[in-house]
């Protein structure tokens, strides 16, 4: 069997495959965080999956919440007895919501404060509601939908 000997690459050529292999690599590693599929809804795109069981109903503060940043949603309990759940990611950069107290839900990265009721804007620079999100409330637990 007869084989070629070995060539060495230097100055100038071995620079250019270099260069291109970082932009292919650079190409492929982009194109993979880019390839999320816009049909699912928020809590899959964050990786919470359907029947995640997330807290017992006691976890949750009446007039407050609790964030679950694993699962991508904030649940909250506006009155006694009520839940509602809400994607964590705020409408207006992306960031996530940082804390619930008093009503609402605030995003520390601009300040803005959405309602725990409905995830209405409360104060901007937000300008659209949280997402609802689906739970199942069921023998005091709360599960993703």
């Known amino acids: 069997m007869s084989s070629a000997p070995l060539q060495h690459v230097s100055g100038p050529a071995r620079r250019t495959v270099m260069a291109a292999a970082g932009a292919a690599g650079l ?3 982009l194109t993979a965080c880019g390839s999320q599929d816009d049909s699912s809804d928020s809590a899959t795109e964050q990786g919470a999956a359907a029947g ?7 976890d949750i503060p009446e007039g407050g919440g609790k964030i679950f940043k694993d699962q991508g949603v904030v649940v909250t309990q506006p009155t006694a007895g009520t839940y509602k759940a ?3 990611k705020c409408t207006h950069a ?12 605030s995003c520390a990265c601009h300040n803005s404060e959405f309602s725990v009721t409905d995830g209405s804007v409360q104060k901007g620079p937000a300008t659209e509601a949280l997402p609802a999100e689906e ?3 069921s023998s ?5 939908a």
């Open 27 to 29: 190409t492929v590693a």
């Open 52 to 58: 995640t069981a997330l807290a017992k109903t006691s």
């Open 86 to 88: 809400f994607s964590s």
């Open 94 to 105: 992306g960031c996530a919501v940082t804390g619930v107290a008093n009503g609402v839900i």
């Open 135 to 137: 739970i199942i409330v």
């Open 140 to 144: 005091g637990s709360i599960t993703l």
